[in-house]
């Protein structure tokens, strides 16, 4: 596609529940990386996936949270049992690496209650 | 490791105003140097980059190795300009090319 797309838009989820947000990566992009940005609050890295490379995974807040990608396409990002912290904004991004710019999608809002 | 510092969360200025807006970074080798800007209600997005020398939006931002320091600066304040940014940097030495995001500072023009 021509951008990063993420899905859902908008996820409200009970407390305690496992939710699953998806990021399509622009084609032929071998770095992408997942962000949490809560409200009036900055980027917080997350995970980071560089082609077939093991994953960075040292910004997972907790073992609730995993991610996988497949090759050089689709991530998903699984929170497990759901808290009420959890709620942010969750922003995948892309690049060729190399030193290319990101391009980042316009974010999966989770809202746990 | 690398780390960018972008001291200020918040700036405010008014309208027609110059902005600075400050990102300094620790890394031993050679970075590319980015900015980042993130409208109200909008997705980030490139700003600029340092490789390219280009000016966008009125923004510039000089890459000064002797200082580490990559600030965005724009002479005249529009309210427009009001969002969130971001400074980053990539390593463009060794094998690990991970991107480090500054915490953001946000900036408002007041009209």
């Known amino acids: 596609g021509a951008g990063v797309s993420q899905s859902p838009s908008n996820k409200v989820t009970e407390k305690g529940k496992d939710v699953e947000l998806r990021c399509d990566p622009i084609?032929?992009?071998?770095?992408l990386y997942w962000y949490r940005q809560r409200l009036g609050q900055g980027l917080e890295f997350l995970i980071y996936?560089?082609?077939?490379?093991?994953?960075?995974k040292s910004g997972l807040p907790s073992d609730r949270f995993s991610a996988e990608r497949t090759g050089e396409s689709v991530s998903t990002l699984t929170i497990q049992r759901t808290q009420q912290e959890d709620s942010a904004v969750y922003l995948c991004?892309?690049?060729?690496?190399?030193?290319?710019?990101?391009?980042f999608g316009s974010g999966t809002r989770l809202t746990v209650v | 490791a690398q780390r960018v510092t972008q001291p200020e969360k918040l700036l405010s200025v008014f309208k027609g105003a110059p902005v600075e807006l400050k990102c300094n970074y620790s890394?031993?080798?050679?970075?590319?140097l980015f900015w980042y800007v993130q409208y109200s209600r909008q997705r980030l997005q490139l700003l600029l980059r340092?490789?390219s020398r280009e000016s966008i939006k009125g923004f510039t931002a000089d890459l000064n190795k002797g200082e580490t320091s990559f600030h965005l600066k724009k002479p005249f304040a529009q309210e427009e300009d009001s969002a969130m940014y971001y400074c980053?940097?990539?390593?463009?030495?060794?094998?690990?090319?991970?991107?480090?995001f500054g915490t953001g500072t946000k900036l408002q023009v007041i009209p």
């Open positions: 996936f560089q082609g077939n490379s093991a994953p960075d």
């Open positions: 991004a892309s690049s060729l690496g190399g030193g290319s710019g990101y391009t």
């Open positions: 980053a940097l990539i390593p463009l030495s060794g094998g690990y090319q991970k991107v480090t």
């Open positions: 340092h490789i």
């Open positions: 890394y031993s080798g050679s970075p590319e």
């Open positions: 084609s032929g992009h071998t770095a």
